[in-house]
């Protein structure tokens, strides 16, 4: 269960685009479409943002969208706002029936 | 509205046992697969175990197999851990996540608590 490979981190400024990548292998994010990413500010716990990796769940902004290509699931935040800053993580249900994070990635507003 | 609610961390030495709760209400407690993720302090969350809805099915992170056991009692909505043989590296926020059924994640959140492992 070696954990999902992301960004440390990632910046950008308001109003532009970032991705943040998550790689893993064909028995976690290649074997099924179901990747999901959290964002956790400072201090609470982890929102679900995107699951089955392109789904957002109701009140999530448009502005992020996910995507895969592989072994490789992304996260895209356009039109950047000073609230998304924060630790975004991605995890993936395995072949082994269990689930396996990102190492996670900080998101800098400049 | 959802509510999880953890209870039982507290500080205990190695080698001890300890057991968790999580107080579930405003969905159908029965109806949901749950699971347990933990964050070790200024480190990402690592998922621990989860339940099947019907109970007929668990599965544990290779890190706590063996020491750790999940269940559930739909009668009062609870779901627990019992932790044994802790480690210091099982210090962490334990959280309690209600599955997003169909979707292989996580809906809710409890607002986790602390164990610490130490002597």
């Known amino acids: 269960q070696s954990a999902l490979t992301q960004p440390p981190s990632v910046s950008g400024s308001p109003g532009q685009s970032v991705t943040i990548s998550c790689t893993g292998t064909?028995?976690?994010?290649?074997?099924?479409?179901?990747v999901s990413w959290f964002q956790q500010p400072p201090g609470t716990a982890p929102k679900l943002m995107i699951y089955?990796?392109?789904n957002r769940p109701s009140g999530v902004p448009d502005r992020f969208s996910g995507s895969k290509s592989g072994n490789t699931a992304s996260l895209t935040i356009s039109g950047l706002q000073a609230e998304d800053e924060a630790d975004y993580y991605c995890?993936?249900?395995?072949?082994?029936?269990?689930?396996?994070f990102g190492g996670g990635t900080k998101l800098t507003v400049l | 509205q959802v509510q999880l609610v953890e209870s039982g961390g507290s500080v205990v030495q190695p080698g001890r046992s300890l057991r968790l709760s999580c107080k579930a209400s405003?969905?159908?407690?029965?109806?949901?697969?749950m699971h347990w993720v933990r964050q070790a302090p200024g480190k990402g969350p690592e998922w621990v175990a989860v339940?099947?809805?019907?109970?007929?099915?668990?599965f544990y992170a290779d890190s706590v197999k063996g020491r750790f056991t999940i269940s559930r009692d739909s009668s009062s909505n609870t779901l627990y851990l019992q932790m044994n043989s802790l480690r210091t590296e099982d210090t962490a926020v334990y959280y309690c996540?209600?599955?997003?059924?169909?979707?292989?994640?996580?809906?809710?959140w409890g607002q986790g608590t602390l164990v610490t492992v130490s002597s």
């Open positions: 064909s028995t976690d994010v290649g074997g099924y479409n179901r």
């Open positions: 405003g969905f159908t407690f029965s109806s949901c697969a």
């Open positions: 995890i993936s249900y395995t072949t082994t029936n269990t689930w396996v």
């Open positions: 339940m099947w809805f019907d109970e007929s099915s668990k």
């Open positions: 089955e990796v392109t």
């Open positions: 996540a209600k599955d997003r059924t169909g979707s292989y994640t996580w809906d809710y």
